[in-house]
């Protein structure tokens, strides 16, 4: 299975102040994707981002509050803006790998980010 | 909008006994389907996956079954072990105007195992 890693891995921010998360592949990988977990929810998907173009949002989610960055293949950083508690989340990275051929697909997620805005 | 759901909340079963976690889905769309075990604190672990031109994949332990006609699958473990006591999340995956798979959760189901 790839590793991906994240940093960091929780923090605790004052309402108003902004959070960058990284994201680390140990491969080369095509899309990176940005997830949110929030308290006793499911997973919901925030963003695909590629590399070398702008990052593609899920209804709900817009760039401003959430902007990602994807400077080579094996990286992408998600800052979360101008907190609110309602931010309080488990952010949580991810990959695919896909064989058409094979008929696989296989998925996976970094250990994630514990944020907690008070 | 769930597209994909997970009815069960919570699954207690015997150690040594078979768990059999079920998942429901609306959109024929979708054309793979996966299964992940999540701890506290930690991020979801791929289990299993499975294409929806199949009907059963196995890989060891784990077995996904497919039913399209009644778009539901299963997670089977068998013997149910102890370190199985997770949440499982159950995912499915359709591919998008531009080209990439995105991924839908379920809600999760907490599965104890009991000694």
């Known amino acids: 299975s790839a590793v991906i890693s994240q940093k960091p891995s929780r923090d605790i921010c004052q309402r108003g102040t902004s959070l960058t998360i990284q994201c680390q592949v140990d491969s080369q990988v095509t899309m990176m994707f940005w997830y949110r977990q929030q308290p006793g929810q499911s997973l919901t998907l925030i963003a695909t981002a590629n590399q070398g173009s702008e990052a593609t949002y899920e209804s709900g989610f817009v760039i401003d509050k959430f902007p990602i960055s994807r400077p080579n293949l094996t990286f992408s950083t998600l800052t979360v803006s101008n907190m609110s508690p309602e931010d309080s989340s488990i952010y949580l990275c991810s990959f695919y790998k896909l064989d058409l051929a094979g008929g696989s697909y296989e998925q996976y997620f970094g250990p994630g980010t514990r944020l907690t805005v008070t | 909008d769930q597209q994909v759901k997970q009815n069960s909340p919570s699954l207690s079963v015997q150690e040594g006994r078979i768990s059999i976690l079920n998942c429901d889905y609306t959109?024929?769309?979708?054309?793979?389907f996966l299964w992940y075990k999540k701890y506290p604190a930690e991020g979801p672990t791929f289990l299993i996956s499975i294409s929806s031109i199949k009907d059963k994949n196995e890989d060891g332990r784990f077995t996904v079954f497919l039913n399209k006609s009644a778009k539901h699958l299963s997670l089977h473990i068998v013997p149910s072990q102890p370190g199985d006591s997770a949440v499982y999340f159950c995912?499915?995956?359709?591919?998008?105007?531009?080209?990439?798979?995105?991924?839908?959760f379920g809600q999760g189901t907490r599965l104890t195992i009991n000694p």
């Open positions: 959109n024929s769309m979708f054309d793979y």
């Open positions: 995912a499915a995956s359709a591919r998008n105007i531009q080209g990439a798979q995105k991924l839908v």
